[in-house]
Structures are given as C-alpha cells and as structure tokens.
C-alpha cells in the first residue's frame, strides 16, 4: 500500500469534515487574509482558496454577506461575483496552468452545498486525464503542492497583474 502524504488534511479530519462557525463569515471579516487564504477583495465579494480542494489551486469567490440564492444579488454584486471568477481562472492559469476549468455553484443541501446559506462559486481547474485511477479506483486524489505556496504564488501572479494594469492605465493618461 502506498502513502501519499497531505498533512494540511488531518485539519479536515480533525473537525469532523466542517470548520466551526461559518469559515466565509470568518473570512469576510478578517484582517488576516493569508490566515483565511484570501486573494483579492472587492466591494461587495471576495476570493479565496478552498482550504479542503478538489485540485491544485481550487479557488472560490463569495459574497460579504450571508445570503444563499443568486436571485438575491444585487446587480452590481452579480457583476463583481463574475469579475472575481475571471480574475480567478486569469490567476490560475498564471499559477498552475491547467488545461480548462470547473466553474459552478450548489444551490441548497440537495445540491451538494456544503454552507447551503452562504453561497459561493467554485473556480476548479483541470488537466487533460486528471481523472485517473487514483481517483477512480483509489478514490484517492493527488495534491502536488501545499496550500500555502499555492496562496504566495497566487498573490504574486495578482501582484503582477496589478501592476500590469497600472502601467497600462499609466499610458493611457
């Protein structure tokens, strides 16, 4: 039998497959981003890494408040909510260059949400034949890299990107 060795999991393990409290209220009011591994905010959403993913890089975007179905949006935050899951797939293409993305949401417990009353859009990128028999067979899933040096590389590819956009913006005036 072989090991495959992901000690950041036992925290998984250790809670009983659930943070304590609401992890996105936590993270939505927190100073700390890297604590709570969050990439970029905005006015009303924010970015943040899945601390538990489905694959190198998952990323997840949701709103400030506490709110579970999209028809209770705004327009503007319906706006922001797409912008940060652009910015998401841009970011991970720079990081982890996958062949293609996973983006969606579930909609109540039915649905497989897992905090049915806060909703938030998954952004999982994905590689040609990433589905193998480890998954499979093993149902088992690879993780290459640890989430922290996932997060630093994910900040200085948003770093760039910034700093991208100013220069440009920088030329134009």
């Not at 028809?71 to 841009?90: P, R």
């Amino acid at each position: 039998m072989e090991s495959l060795w992901a000690p950041w999991r036992v925290e998984y393990f250790d809670q009983g497959h659930r943070s304590p409290g609401n992890f996105f209220e936590e993270a939505a009011c927190s100073q700390d981003d890297a604590a709570h591994l969050v990439v970029q905010r905005g006015k009303s959403m924010f970015l943040l890494m899945n601390k538990y993913p489905y694959a190198p890089g998952h990323l997840m975007v949701a709103p400030y408040r506490a709110i579970a179905n999209m028809e209770d949006l705004a327009d503007d935050e319906a706006m922001e909510l797409w912008k940060l899951c652009l910015l998401a797939q841009k970011l991970l293409r720079k990081v982890v260059r996958p062949h293609g993305f996973n983006v969606g949401v579930n909609l109540g417990s039915a649905a497989g949400a897992g905090y049915a009353g806060h909703l938030h859009f998954h952004i999982v990128p994905r590689w040609e034949s990433d589905s193998n028999f480890m998954a499979v067979i093993g149902h088992t899933r690879i993780l290459p890299d640890a989430l922290h040096p996932t997060y630093e590389k994910l900040i200085a590819a948003r770093d760039a990107l910034n700093g991208e956009s100013q220069e440009a913006s920088d030329k134009n005036n």
